[in-house]
């Protein structure tokens, strides 16, 4: 069982930065990873990115490519979002999610059904 805790989010400006972090709580070995979905009212919970949390290696959905780091802290247990030059359009409620990957393609690790562990969410608002 693993328990994830999400905190920062809020109100910012577009163009303001911002930092996501999740705190994951259990067994983080083998094929573990971490992830961040977002769903905006009315719409479906879309991937934003996501690691392996034993390489470090990183995958973005189109939209924030460029924009936003996804990053793990092992000694922590936490992994990060930076969210750089946002928009209104990245207002939404983020989740944290993690789970164990059969593998590592990248395709898999932007599907939500393979993440069995979820956050509360936590609020990002991007004003205009």
């Known amino acids: 069982q693993v328990r994830l805790k999400e905190s920062g989010g809020g109100l910012v400006q577009a163009g303001d930065s911002s930092r996501l972090s999740c705190a994951a709580s259990?067994?983080?070995?083998?094929?573990?990873?971490m992830a961040w979905f977002r769903q905006a009212p009315g719409n479906e919970r879309e991937f934003v990115a996501a690691?392996?949390?034993?390489?470090?290696?990183?995958a973005y959905a189109d939209s924030v490519k460029g924009r936003f780091t996804v990053s793990r802290d092992t000694a922590k247990n936490t992994a990060d979002l930076q969210m750089n030059s946002l928009k209104p359009e990245d207002t939404a409620v983020y989740y944290c999610?993690?789970?164990?990957?059969?593998?590592?393609?990248?395709?898999?690790?932007?599907?939500?059904?393979?993440?069995?562990?979820w956050g509360q969410g936590t609020q990002v608002t991007v004003s205009s």
């Open positions: 999610a993690a789970g164990y990957l059969s593998d590592t393609f990248i395709a898999r690790m932007k599907l939500r059904e393979n993440y069995n562990f």
């Open positions: 259990g067994h983080t070995y083998g094929n573990f990873h």
């Open positions: 690691l392996q949390w034993i390489s470090g290696r990183p």
